[in-house]
Structure formats: structure tokens, C-alpha cells
């Protein structure tokens, strides 16, 4: 089995799963949902192709390296008639999560997750996590491996910023993949892609555990304050 590992990681990212109209909030960690988005935009694939429900059958599994900030974006929209007056405005409220560190594991099947990375590496569509405003990063593919997804998520190095494991040396990183990865508690999540269309956009449950690992950040340095003393 092959196990791709994604950094997820910007000023901004917006992870919702329950928006509707007027207020799009975020939830706390990446969704399944949103990440086949991503490897669908990567693909080429539009909204209404039948083909992204197959990708459902991804292995997944994303780690919280560092908690991002909640964000509120206050918006005023103003929509017009089809002669040009205006028609009304419109309040909205868009949640946003502010500096946070996520790492993905994506596994499956060899020759399906090797074209999955390909499509990643030179990808047809722009990609974003979550909202045009937030384009991933230049580094966000952490590599191709040849391992199971949850011995490589739980091994793999902690990737917060150094002045966040400064601030937290001693740091629980919650861990929610697939239910069928991991023993624990399962909760229900609306993340299940059934189709993307505008027209008809629709999600279906999806059983996931939550586990941790602990990280450990040892604050070295070669500078000696008292070697001129």
C-alpha cells in the first residue's frame, strides 16, 4: 500500500461542512469531502463528473500539527437586477481559520494513489483549501510512500512552525481518519462526496475516529550567552 502525505498549512484556510446562504463557517480540521476536491481539481474533473464519487474510497486520515485561529469575515454583497438598479444587499459572514498546520495521509491502492499524486504534482485546475482566497502552498506535497497510512501519520515529523512549539513543547496532536483505520469512538461527519454540482451539490455521513500521538519540542541552540563572561 501507498501513502500520500500532504502539508496543509497558510494564513488562511476555510474548512466548512455545514455552510448555507448567507453564513459559511469552518470547522476545526480538513475534511475528507474538501481534500477529494482538491485531487478532483488536480484531475481535471469537473463538478458533475461521475467519477469523484469513486474517490470516496481513498484511505484518509488528517493530524492537527498546530490548532488554527477562527476568523470572522464580514461581508456586505450587493446583487442587481438584470437592467442594472439594484435589487438588495446582502449580509455575510465568512469563517476562516488563521495559521494553522495540517498533515494529510491519503492511501489506497498502489497504481490508484501513484495517478493521484501524479495529478497532484502537475495539477489541471488551480487548488485551494477551500475558498478561492486560499491557495495551497508551494510545499504542500510531502511525498510518496510505501508504507500504511496511520504507522506513517503517527511516526511522521511534526510539522508546526518553531515559535509554536515554543509556545507548546509538550503538544497532543489529535489524529481523525476513516473508522475502519482505527480503533476508538466513531462520530458521524457529513463528508461523503456524492456530487459537487452547483445545481445540486450533495453529501452523505461518514463514520471517522479520532486518536492522538504526543510531540515533543526539545528547544536547542549553539548559542551561549555566558561564553564571553
Not at 435589487?87 to 465568512?94: D, G, I, L, S
Not at 485551494?128 to 491557495?135: K, L, N
Not at 512552525?161 to 513543547?169: F, L
Request: net charge positive; with cysteine.
Amino acid at each position: 500500500m501507498k501513502t500520500i502525505l500532504l502539508k496543509l498549512a497558510g494564513p488562511m484556510q476555510a474548512r466548512g461542512t455545514n455552510s448555507k446562504f448567507e453564513t459559511r463557517y469552518t470547522d476545526y480540521y480538513p475534511s475528507k469531502s474538501g481534500i477529494i476536491g482538491l485531487i478532483a481539481a488536480s484531475m481535471g474533473l469537473k463538478r458533475n463528473d461521475k467519477n469523484i464519487e469513486q474517490l470516496n474510497k481513498i484511505d484518509f486520515a488528517v493530524r492537527i500539527d498546530q490548532e488554527g485561529k477562527m476568523l470572522r469575515d464580514y461581508h456586505i454583497a450587493a446583487k442587481y437586477k438584470k437592467n442594472g438598479s439594484l435589487e438588495r444587499n446582502y449580509v455575510t459572514n465568512r469563517y476562516y481559520l488563521e495559521d494553522a498546520v495540517f498533515v494529510v495521509a491519503l492511501g489506497g491502492e498502489d497504481k490508484f494513489i501513484e495517478e493521484i499524486y501524479k495529478a497532484l504534482k502537475n495539477p489541471y485546475y488551480q487548488l485551494f483549501m477551500g475558498r478561492r482566497s486560499c491557495p495551497v502552498q508551494a510545499d504542500f506535497m510531502l511525498g510518496l510512500y510505501d508504507e500504511k497510512i496511520m504507522d506513517l501519520i503517527k511516526k511522521y515529523p511534526w510539522q508546526a512552525s518553531n515559535n509554536y512549539k515554543k509556545a507548546n513543547p509538550f503538544y497532543r496532536a489529535n489524529i481523525y481518519s476513516d473508522a475502519d483505520l482505527e480503533d476508538g469512538k466513531e462520530s458521524i461527519r457529513n463528508d461523503r462526496v456524492i456530487t459537487f454540482s452547483q445545481e445540486s451539490r450533495k453529501f452523505g455521513i461518514r463514520y471517522e475516529t479520532r486518536t492522538y500521538v504526543d510531540m515533543f519540542f526539545e528547544n536547542q541552540t549553539d548559542h551561549d550567552i555566558f561564553a564571553k563572561l
